[in-house]
């Protein structure tokens, strides 16, 4: 299955009738990339984002040396903290503060249940408005009701008020991880696409957000271009390197015995290194003629993207703060969080210490989740990798921080469908779950899943991970949701397998075995915990053998 159709060398006709360019046949036709078995991961490309704006996606996580600061924010002792919160923002303002004024003086059980379930639309309502002006610099308590769900400091405890006045505000490490103010921010601002929804409709009756999705595409072309010219100018490199260490096995002679000015004539060795010199000569000649290609494509795309820029630019597509796109993502934002919570669960919108019981390291603040991020990929080092051009790229997903009281992570989306080359993917995770290990876990498994059956496509319950996982799903005959299956057994599969403790269907821990791999070490580890383990392995072996 060919993904990436969308991302060859030729001009993408529709970029090709803005510029007003004719598309005419490719006359070289680039080779195919290396065997993908490769172990260096190609460098990922850029976001799809304003070339000033752009993102590098390539390296590891950063450590994590400071997760709480020393002092705490003043805002959350500032006696005008709740009047901040609801200022400015007209009636719905004042009918949030009636119904939360009913809901705290209730004394009859069933009347505060009645007037807590009236505080949720209001709330949402309420918030849409406080949403919008997240583009500016919004006021501190106005900044957390949206970060943290925070009408009013003194609906916590005195220890949780404490805990959050010293979680860190700033993002410190460049991560792709946002609290809701900052998603808000960045999607006003432009610097981040909408999420996809299924009103396609309305994207498409306005211009200037289809020359930004034109223009999306181009970077993403332009991106994929450049990793695949990196990794090519690495190949290049390496042979290189090869050749030189070739040519100096070759020129060690030692001196005859008989006649110390006369060096030996070459060893049986050297003369097989003849015929590796001439190999890695003809790999260097084709990696170089290859490298031509793929600067010539990158050059292309680069041009359409300053092109496609320059018009975006003109038409004021960065000028100001896009509150419709707001307004829509707002949306978006909501049916993230009642998916995280699951109907059974707690939809109640505000932070209280009725509901809140979070341990500290179980808080979804940005260095928790990053530390997570990190533990996660230590054990699934290509959770967070998709295949491009037979490359793998690390494409971290945006982690979106839902202020609510859910215990289950999500995939929004695997990645931008005007981007599949170099896009990031987009995950939901609740701030206050009970374990937050487990809710990331499920985001990821999520992103995992759709990532795959993306990459299958029609074939997605025959081919590749889906495939086989859903072959072994329906021979069980089990019944529901085969996503759910496979999300429940990835937790099952970081937390348990990866210690060495059998919890998986033997047939499923050998699916993930070949198509989500451990890291080398943990394989090591476990071939000598269990035959069931040390079997994985030797088939690992000789699917290496078999492609020599």
């Given at each position: 299955?060919?993904?990436?159709?969308?991302?060859?060398?030729?001009?993408?006709?529709?970029?090709?009738?803005?510029?007003?360019?004719?598309?005419?046949?490719?006359?070289?036709?680039?080779?195919?990339?290396?065997?993908?078995?490769?172990?260096?991961?190609?460098?990922?490309g850029?976001?799809?984002?304003?070339?000033?704006?752009?993102?590098?996606?390539?390296?590891?996580?950063?450590?994590?040396?400071?997760?709480?600061?020393?002092?705490?924010?003043?805002a959350?002792?500032?006696?005008?903290?709740?009047?901040?919160a609801?200022?400015?923002?007209?009636?719905?303002?004042?009918?949030?503060?009636?119904?939360?004024?009913?809901?705290?003086?209730?004394k009859?059980?069933?009347?505060r249940g009645?007037?807590?379930?009236?505080?949720?639309?209001v709330?949402?309502?309420?918030?849409?408005?406080?949403?919008?002006?997240?583009?500016?610099?919004?006021?501190?308590?106005?900044?957390?009701?949206l970060?943290?769900?925070?009408?009013?400091p003194?609906?916590?405890?005195p220890?949780?008020?404490?805990?959050?006045?010293?979680?860190?505000?700033?993002?410190?490490?460049s991560?792709p991880?946002?609290?809701?103010?900052?998603?808000?921010?960045?999607?006003?601002n432009?610097?981040?696409?909408?999420?996809?929804?299924?009103?396609?409709?309305?994207?498409r009756?306005?211009?200037?957000?289809?020359?930004k999705?034109?223009?999306?595409?181009?970077?993403?072309?332009?991106?994929?271009?450049?990793?695949?010219?990196?990794?090519?100018?690495?190949?290049?490199?390496?042979?290189?390197?090869?050749?030189?260490e070739?040519?100096?096995?070759?020129?060690?002679?030692?001196?005859?015995d008989?006649?110390?000015?006369?060096?030996?004539?070459?060893?049986?060795?050297?003369?097989?290194?003849?015929?590796?010199?001439?190999?890695?000569?003809?790999?260097?000649?084709?990696?170089?003629?290859?490298?031509?290609?793929?600067?010539?494509?990158y050059?292309?795309?680069?041009?359409?993207?300053?092109?496609?820029?320059?018009?975006?630019?003109?038409?004021?597509?960065?000028?100001?703060?896009?509150?419709?796109?707001?307004?829509?993502?707002?949306?978006?934002?909501?049916?993230?969080?009642?998916m995280?919570i699951?109907?059974?669960?707690?939809?109640?919108?505000?932070l209280?210490?009725?509901?809140?019981?979070?341990?500290?390291?179980?808080?979804?603040?940005?260095e928790?989740?990053i530390?997570?991020?990190?533990?996660v990929?230590?054990?699934?080092?290509?959770?967070?990798?998709?295949?491009?051009?037979?490359?793998?790229?690390?494409?971290?997903?945006?982690?979106?921080?839902?202020?609510?009281?859910?215990?289950?992570?999500?995939?929004?989306?695997?990645?931008?469908?005007?981007?599949?080359?170099?896009?990031?993917?987009?995950?939901?995770?609740?701030?206050?779950?009970?374990?937050?290990?487990?809710?990331?876990?499920?985001?990821?498994?999520?992103?995992?899943?759709?990532?795959?059956?993306?990459?299958?496509?029609?074939?997605?319950?025959?081919?590749?991970?889906?495939?086989?996982?859903?072959?072994?799903?329906?021979?069980?005959?089990?019944?529901?949701?085969?996503?759910?299956?496979?999300?429940?057994?990835?937790?099952?599969?970081?937390?348990?397998?990866?210690?060495?403790?059998?919890?998986?269907?033997?047939?499923?821990?050998?699916?993930?075995?070949?198509?989500?791999?451990?890291?080398q070490?943990?394989?090591?580890k476990?071939?000598?915990?269990?035959?069931?383990?040390?079997?994985?392995?030797?088939?690992?072996?000789?699917?290496?053998?078999?492609?020599?």
């Amino acid at each position: 299955m060919n993904e990436t159709n969308a991302f060859q060398g030729e001009m993408d006709p529709e970029i090709a009738a803005l510029l007003g360019t004719a598309v005419s046949p490719p006359t070289d036709v680039l080779p195919p990339s290396p065997d993908s078995s490769s172990p260096a991961l190609a460098d990922a490309g850029r976001e799809a984002l304003p070339p000033n704006e752009a993102i590098e996606l390539s390296g590891s996580f950063p450590e994590i040396t400071k997760k709480f600061e020393d002092t705490p924010n003043p805002a959350f002792s500032d006696p005008a903290y709740y009047k901040t919160a609801l200022s400015g923002e007209g009636d719905i303002a004042q009918r949030l503060h009636g119904i939360l004024q009913r809901y705290l003086n209730a004394k009859d059980p069933a009347d505060r249940g009645v007037f807590r379930q009236q505080i949720i639309p209001v709330y949402w309502d309420f918030l849409l408005g406080v949403a919008k002006k997240a583009a500016g610099e919004p006021p501190d308590p106005k900044k957390f009701l949206l970060r943290f769900g925070i009408l009013h400091p003194s609906f916590l405890g005195p220890e949780d008020r404490e805990l959050f006045s010293k979680i860190v505000m700033t993002n410190e490490y460049s991560e792709p991880v946002y609290y809701l103010d900052e998603w808000f921010r960045a999607i006003g601002n432009g610097k981040v696409r909408v999420s996809t929804t299924d009103e396609v409709g309305i994207v498409r009756a306005n211009a200037s957000a289809r020359m930004k999705q034109l223009l999306d595409k181009a970077v993403g072309k332009r991106d994929g271009a450049k990793s695949l010219l990196k990794a090519k100018d690495g190949e290049r490199m390496k042979l290189e390197e090869a050749l030189r260490e070739g040519v100096a096995r070759l020129t060690e002679h030692r001196p005859i015995d008989e006649m110390p000015d006369v060096h030996s004539l070459f060893s049986e060795a050297q003369k097989n290194t003849f015929t590796e010199v001439q190999n890695v000569l003809k790999q260097m000649y084709k990696a170089d003629h290859d490298l031509a290609g793929f600067i010539k494509e990158y050059d292309q795309a680069a041009e359409d993207v300053q092109v496609l820029t320059e018009k975006v630019e003109a038409e004021g597509g960065s000028a100001g703060a896009d509150t419709q796109a707001v307004d829509t993502e707002f949306g978006t934002i909501r049916q993230m969080s009642k998916m995280t919570i699951g109907r059974q669960g707690n939809h109640f919108p505000l932070l209280t210490k009725e509901y809140f019981h979070c341990m500290p390291q179980d808080l979804a603040t940005r260095e928790n989740i990053i530390t997570r991020l990190k533990w996660v990929e230590s054990i699934d080092p290509q959770a967070f990798c998709r295949v491009y051009k037979n490359k793998l790229n690390r494409i971290v997903p945006y982690v979106i921080l839902i202020p609510g009281y859910g215990d289950t992570g999500i995939c929004w989306e695997p990645f931008d469908r005007y981007n599949r080359a170099t896009s990031r993917g987009r995950i939901a995770v609740p701030m206050y779950s009970k374990n937050l290990t487990l809710a990331l876990l499920a985001a990821v498994g999520d992103l995992r899943w759709q990532n795959a059956k993306e990459k299958a496509s029609f074939y997605w319950m025959e081919d590749g991970l889906t495939g086989n996982y859903y072959q072994w799903f329906a021979a069980k005959k089990f019944k529901g949701d085969v996503k759910e299956f496979f999300i429940n057994d990835y937790i099952l599969w970081m937390t348990k397998e990866s210690e060495g403790t059998q919890k998986l269907d033997k047939e499923v821990r050998g699916v993930f075995w070949r198509y989500m791999p451990f890291t080398q070490d943990i394989k090591e580890k476990l071939k000598g915990r269990s035959l069931a383990y040390l079997e994985l392995y030797q088939r690992d072996l000789n699917r290496a053998k078999s492609r020599m």
